[in-house]
């Protein structure tokens, strides 16, 4: 198995969906809403894939300045193909794309909340989400 790293190659809604539906973070997005995950795709400014021929079977998906901060969103990994090292050169390519100062933020799913930990990232309780449909108080 040769798995090929590409930085902003075009993947698809059908490979990003399909990718999801392969991978434990389908079931925390919303499948159910293609244009939602359309948007996701064609709005993010930084991609890195790995691909297995013509299949993708991993994505680090992130919006970022890449000055600053780079939100990482979107890390999924074929379930086929994890425990493999992808994540973690997804997410080591990723960070190779950003400036010196430039942080890496993301929100871990519970069952893999011991994970990033490992590999260096440090935890924060500073999070807030203001979830859609709330309405910003005075």
Not at 75 to 103: F, N, W
Not at 123 to 136: F, K
Request: hydrophobic letters at 40%.
């Amino acid at each position: 198995m040769t798995i090929e790293f590409k930085v902003n190659h075009p993947v698809t809604a059908d490979q990003f969906i399909a990718l999801l539906e392969n991978s434990t973070l389908g079931e925390r997005r919303p499948m159910e809403d293609r244009a939602c995950l359309e948007g996701m795709v064609a709005n993010s400014n930084l991609i890195v894939s790995a691909w297995d021929g013509s299949l993708l079977v991993g994505v680090a998906r992130s919006v970022t300045d890449f000055h600053y901060a780079c939100y990482l969103s979107d890390l999924a990994v074929h379930e086929d193909y994890q425990r493999s090292g992808i994540g973690k050169r997804l997410q080591s390519l990723t960070q190779s794309q950003l400036g010196p100062h430039c942080k890496v933020i993301l929100l871990a799913a519970p069952a893999a909340s011991t994970y990033y930990g490992r590999l260096g990232y440090t935890h924060n309780e500073r999070c807030w989400l203001l979830e859609p449909g709330v309405t910003i108080g005075n």
